[in-house]
């Protein structure tokens, strides 16, 4: 395979940067695609005025993976393999999104029990995922401890999708038309389990955090962005309730039964780098607030629709049902087609407005699958986030926006 | 430690050099901390409380290519990502193993388009495949361990 290394000219340069770069007043400088600190393959470009940064200019794409063209050429039960693997920290809210959106395309109902085994392991996915976050915020400011909690907390949380899907990471677990199986009998006192263990290790590293006066000094006033700016850039999710709008699509517009439990919406006014740590560590005590609430509320019946042209028969019935074998043949061979119609679907990821953009032709297949991931969009305001600041408050402001770059790049 | 019993009354053991210089090797093999796509949260696991990596002289992760010795491509490498993969095999000082975890590094996993190399062994040399997508930690520790095996076998002479 030949390799091409993309070489940038000074006249490439030349409205990116600001004249005095030119001049050699400033300095550039790289930082990533591999960097401890970018939380994946970002590469920023960075003009430096000493240690102050001067521009930002985010570069990215190492992690394009074409999985909106890819999911083009699936059917759109095959095609929810792909979407795991978008935002690998939110796998189960991935796979929500586009159900949800399939579901919305050709109108099938979904199960009471299945919808809220769904909210159940979305909201456990997001505290998986704020636990990822919250670990390697801590590390990039030199606080090792904590990224060694958080894992053993969210080891906790990846056994219970391992429990029902099988799976730790890439579950696929919800299909469109309810759940690929019903939850084992193990996951409920698992579950129990954790909502009783867990309040006491967010005080754990609240303990080690909130207080800490390091952790104080690289966080506070660092990376301030008002309400307007946050709205004005499309910023959603945590970053967008730091900068104190309270705005949350399981609120706004509730999906897969949100309306039902009884949750508050965090906000912290500040805008800076740790009303928005502040905002993730009370959304995961929301987060637990919903999980038991699902859970005490769990009702019985199927977890999947018994709508045929959509939903494949049960294995059992495959031996004594004519009909099953040819629903079944039907659905795995070909697909089930989707009327000419688009929807768009968003639901709350924990980075922000995670939202699907589904067109159908009357195939079996998608005509277009967009996905509008709030780790790109959030991206945007990096550049007017770090712009002022020293480079060693630009590790600090990349973990608040927590991106992922498999969800940027998709 | 169970080794004393080897001294007997000279203090004294017989072994090749090849033994002691790989035997070295195995136990302080530095991986470099370069994380691509999802693999790299299962490294991290592995490398964090329940997993901990640490009982094979592995607890430093380097981030700088200069520092380390094993490379473990954590994921789909994209063609915009080779060259800078390639670079970065380059920028380490031999002697280097290449670690390719996932399916999305060793043959492209599901993705099989326009974006993903097919394989990261078209780029740099590749000493174990660990399958899985993501493979579980264990799965990742059992290809280093394995890897530990290979540089057993191997002859110093080979990076000289």
Redesign the interface.
Known sequence: MTLHQVEITSDELRNLVSPRALEGETVLLNMGPQHPSTHGVLRLLLELDGETVVRCIPDIGFLHTGIEKNMEAKTYEKAEVMTDRLDYLNTMGNTLAYCLAVEKLVDLDVPPRAQAIRVIHTELQRIASHLVWLGTHALDLAAMSVFLYCFREREQILDMHEMSSGQRMMTTFFRPGGLWRDVTSEFEPAVRKFIKSFPARIDQYEDLLSENPIFIDRTKDIGVMSGDEAIAMGVTGPSLRGSGVKYDLRKEEPYSGYEQYDFDVPVAEEGDVYARYFVRMKEMRESLKIVEQALDSLPGGPVRSDNRKFVPPPRAELGTSMEAVIHHFKLWTEGFPAPKASVYVPVESPRGELGVYLEGDGGPKPYRCYWRTPSFVNLQALPMLSEGHYVADLVAIIGSIDIVLGDTDR | MGIESKLGNMGVITTTLENVVNWGRTRAMWPM??????C???M??AQ???YDMSRFGMELMR?S?RQSDLMIVA??V?R?????L???YDQMPDPKWVVSMGDCASCGG??N?????QGVD??VPVDVYVAG??P?PEALIHGIMTLHEKVKGESIKEWA
């Open positions: 901390l370069f994380g691509l796509a999802c790299a949260i299962e991290m696991s964090a409380s329940n981030p290519p994921g789909r994209s915009k990502m080779a060259p800078v390639r670079r970065l599901v993705f388009n326009y974006a993903i190399v078209e780029v997508c993501p579980r």
